[in-house]
């Protein structure tokens, strides 16, 4: 079946303008996690969702980052005036549900560029 | 909190030779652990991952890696590298229980010369 699709794959952007970026799961898995990957810093967890809701937000970097979940299925995050150094891609990352022996299958990543 | 080292931040081999990837973790508890790999323009795949049981854990592509409590380490290896294993290297870690919360090192990128 489809993996975890992500979109869009590049997005170019002037600071201070929103962006939204949009992950669709592997269909079936409940867990669905976000991950920023910048130059030189690893990957650093967002924001994980089980179903619908978001049980741990602790790695949102600030108030303009925020995210949703809709129908256990497709989730978008959206960062609202950007800045220079929210660019980073953006991996999303979904799983089985709630056992830490799921594995996490990641999809391609969303390039963020804000000028 | 949990965290990853990972002291190598570029390693170059030549194609053939024995490779070791080293991840050093931090966590009070017994950890999840895993080895991603990121070859340029795709996403992470998992190599393989240790949970609990035998300490030495087969994976993919011809990885193992050993996981070693009283050193707090989790070493990737293969014994003859080849050319298409040249990518980036992330070691993780999971909190035992719960939901994966999953910290990643800072990865290690892998040159392979012919």
């Known amino acids: 079946g489809a993996g975890v699709s992500q979109s869009p794959s590049n997005k170019v952007t002037e600071k201070g303008k929103d962006v939204e970026l949009r992950c669709d799961p592997i269909s079936g898995h409940t867990a669905l996690y976000w991950y920023r990957q910048s130059l030189g810093q690893g990957l650093e967890f967002l924001i994980y969702?089980?179903?619908?809701?978001?049980?741990?937000k602790s790695g949102l970097p600030s108030d303009r980052f925020s995210a949703e979940r809709t129908g256990g299925s497709v989730s978008t995050l959206t960062i609202q005036r950007t800045q220079q150094e929210d660019s980073a891609v953006y991996l999303c990352a979904s799983s089985l549900g709630l056992a830490g022996t799921n594995e996490q299958f990641f999809g391609p990543g969303t390039r963020l560029t804000v000028l | 909190a949990q965290s990853v080292t990972q002291p190598d931040i570029h390693i170059t081999v030549s194609e053939g030779a024995s490779l070791e990837l080293r991840c050093n973790y931090s966590y009070g508890a017994t950890p999840y652990l895993f080895w991603y790999v990121q070859s340029p323009g795709q996403g992470l795949q998992l190599l393989l991952k240790?949970?609990?049981?035998?300490?030495l854990v087969q994976g993919i592509k011809g990885f193992e890696a050993e996981f070693k409590r009283s050193q707090s380490s989790f070493n990737l290896r293969k014994p003859s590298v080849h050319w298409s294993d040249a990518a980036e290297y992330f070691c993780?870690?999971?909190?035992?229980?719960?939901?994966?919360?999953?910290?990643f090192g800072i990865g290690t990128k892998l040159q392979v010369i012919p």
């Open positions: 993780a870690v999971g909190a035992s229980g719960g939901y994966q919360k999953v910290t």
């Open positions: 240790y949970f609990s049981g035998d300490t």
């Open positions: 969702f089980q179903g619908n809701s978001a049980p741990d």
